[in-house]
């Protein structure tokens, strides 16, 4: 049996879940201040935090699950992730439109990552 490792746990959830070699982050949203490019940047920069957590980092990452409160924000958000995904290391990245935990969040982030 594989060990599970869980950082940053509370009551109802963890940041971060780590199983058979792979970092499972829990969805990521920074805000609710400032537009999306801003909330994107700030969010990925939580996510570069809880990947060293787990021992990792963006090189690794498996698979990316972007939500956007509005499809509007596409650009202004990939402008920021081209940024900050380091050239030849892009996941499997899947974009989508949903209505977020509060209508101030623009952005939420889910990453998978290889330790």
């Known amino acids: 049996m594989t060990d599970i490792t869980r950082y940053e746990t509370g009551r109802r959830m ?44 963006k090189t690794r990452l498996l698979t990316a699950q972007i939500w956007l409160a509005d499809m509007s924000d596409f650009a202004a958000m990939n402008a920021v992730w081209d940024e900050w995904v380091p050239e030849g290391h892009a996941p499997a990245r899947y974009t989508g439109e949903s209505k977020l935990a509060s209508p101030d969040y623009l952005v939420e982030i889910i990453v998978t990552a290889a330790v």
């Open 14 to 57: 963890s940041q971060v879940v780590v199983h058979n070699g792979v970092a499972h982050l829990a969805g990521q949203i920074e805000g609710p201040a400032g537009d999306a490019g801003a909330q994107t940047r700030e969010t990925l920069a939580e996510i570069d935090r809880l990947l060293a957590l787990a021992g990792t980092d």
